[in-house]
């Protein structure tokens, strides 16, 4: 089990990129669809945007409830156990890979 300074860190790193995510979210537009002129000679372009904006923003979405996870199991205090086999996940994977859920052999 990681060590209460590891867990510090790693709080810090998930808050940190908790906020960014939601930033990200936000300049995309959320879950909104982009503003457009049903009459824009290029809808196309218009449709084709917006189907990226909501790849990008589920992407991100997916993202952030990862990072929600990692800090729900800090909170309970199984953050740092792979959820396949149980085992302790390496202190180097969970520096690098904060929200990982998984010992490097499940991954």
Known sequence: ???RTLHA???SQ???ERARLHAQIDAAGGDSPLAHDDNFADSGQVAA???ENLS???QLSQQ???VDRALAKLDDGSYGLCEACGR???EARLE???ATRFCIDHA
């Open 49 to 51: 945007e917006r189907g």
């Open 88 to 90: 302790p996940i390496g």
């Open 64 to 66: 952030l409830v990862e």
């Open 56 to 58: 990008l923003t589920g």
């Open 14 to 16: 998930l808050d940190e």
């Open 1 to 3: 089990m990681p060590d």
């Open 9 to 11: 860190t790693v709080r």
């Open 96 to 98: 690098a890979m904060p």
